[in-house]
């Protein structure tokens, strides 16, 4: 398999008034062709600006320290951010789907203005063929009688039919790869499943690669093929879903999995089993596992040594931890 | 439902409530929202009676019902045998007193410019549970109680974390000392390890404080873990109704088969050998909600009777309560 992108110790940190914040900490990731990836972790383990950064979409405080970003065969992130190389990139190579469609969307332009300014500005489409392209996308993305609702605003559509042009604009220039952060945080489970199977279908018939951003474990445990599980700016655990969810190797890992209620599962049956603790203050982090505080693992290694690096566990399986669950009791 | 059993806490008869909807300069009504359009059901003493359905289901409005934070405008309420759906709002200081609601959205219900120990302290004041010595005793020991330092009471809400803005939330809504609390997505905003940690709580207070509660909630898993018995809304009306295990054993309305079937677990091996049912369309607006069973237009094995009248919410055996002509 090629890898269509391929990010290597990416470094995004943000200087705040209280101190540095290192979001994105050294971060390794690669994406094959095709493939639907899952990064997860709760809030501000830096999952958001791992896909930001590559795209280089962070803004003052945050800076991209160091890292490479290989796509297509050229480190991207020695392009300017603003420079029409990295615009191009943006939108028709590495497109985006937004959690918040009623927000990411622009409410006073049609939907057929938002849909085709990508095709106007990447393929040099003229209004009508752009036009033409988008009512098909909207067919493709399952919006009724698209011809008609083309030239409506966003108000006028429900929040599951805005998260499909959403969808549709992301594809507008067919890109290699879709990144689609927290796509259905908002939607009820119902439509979730209905996005999903829709984003599944078409991705696979378009051999895009997808990488799905979210904190809801279900979705990226159905969906993904490989899986990153971040804490604190970092991967602590990756590799394919089976194997990080079905042998989870890294404390985290399975503490996230024994927090949650598995379904059909009853208080009577098992009490869960909280990760104690809050999660870490990114500011001035130790030098050490940030997990450490809340570890049920902790080796005689891990204070005095820095963060470990990713050793193999397994085909394709990879954790960043001294101790290995396989050799606990 | 029998009605006038010592072990019944609420009891829900025909509950409606509509919202006008007014249009014009002269505020001419010209429809109603059906947010809760006709359900029964009823809480057992010490029990966890989970309300699972997607946004727009009605659950919320159920819940505020209950608490009469709302006044409903058809139905009847039994609390501890007192009908209170008619209740003057002059009368129902006692009722609120009795009844405790955790506020979806924790920060949003907290008042940002308090301190958290005043928060807490409040419902102490309102009820004249304290003298002025003993409150900061009682407050104190529900700060203990909930799993907080009560060092921070001299915090405002925005200095603290979710998770305890969220314990802070439940001090509240337990400070006046009620028998039924109102769990309303308790844990939909808090990260999955915190998550955990409140359901804890929650459980645990249970049982040392003997409460009873309602749990709203979208996330099926977690309703069906803390749950009881668990009650399936769509649209303002309740599908299905029975024990959390019959419900993942045997779930009968199609609606409910479809919500098992679209949440997402945590085993990919599993989820591949698991059904599913991707239902068509979205869910109509409560406004003009469609004829007959609510569910009909989406429903995987509709018949021409579907769209004609509405099915009885009925038992088909051992309080398995379902409402839909094709089920046996």
Redesign the interface.
Known sequence: MVAVLDVQDLRTYFRTKKGLVKAVDGVSLHIDEGEIIGIVG??GCGKSETMLSTVQLIQTPGEIVSGRVIFNGEDILQLKANSPAMRSIRGSKISYIFNEPMTSLNPTLSINRQISESLELHLDMNKQTARDRAIELLEMVGIPDAGARIDDFPRQF?D??RQRVMIAMALACNPPIVIADEPTTLT???????LF?LMKELITRLSIALVIVT?????V??YARRIYVMYAGRIVESGP??AV??HPCHPYTL?????????????NLR?????NG??PDLIDMPPYCAFLP?CTHKTERCEKDPWPDMRPVGEEHHISCYADLREMP | MNTSQNDIMVEVNNLKMYFPIKRGISRRKAGDIKAVDDIDFTIKKNETLGLVG??GCGKTTTGRCISRLYAPTSGSIFFDGTDISRMPVKQLKPIHRSIGTIFQDAYGSLNPRQKAGNIVADPLKLHQLADKTEINDRVGALFLLVGLDPEIANQTPYEL?R?QQQRIAIARAVASQPSLVICDEPVSAL???????T??LL?ELQESLELTYLFLS?D???V???SDRVAVMYLGRILELTT??EL??NPLHPYTQ????????????I?KTRR?I??EG??PSPVNPPTGCHFHPRCPIVIGECSEQRPPLRDVGGGHYVACIRVK
């Open positions: 709760e809030s429900s599951g039919m009820d489970v119902t439509t979730q499943a209905q199977e904190q809801n474990l279900g979705v445990a159905r879903a089976e969810f079905n503490g996230l999995l024994h927090s949650l209620p598995r379904l059909c599962e009853n208080k009490k869960l089993a909280p990760i809050v999660l809340r | 997607e946004s974390s998770g990260d999955i390890s915190v998550q955990a940690q359901i804890n459980e979208c099926l898993s977690m069906l873990y803390i959390s295990e993942c054993e479809a919500l098992i079937s679209a949440t997402p677990i945590t085993d990919p091996i989820d599913r991707v239902l979205e869910i």
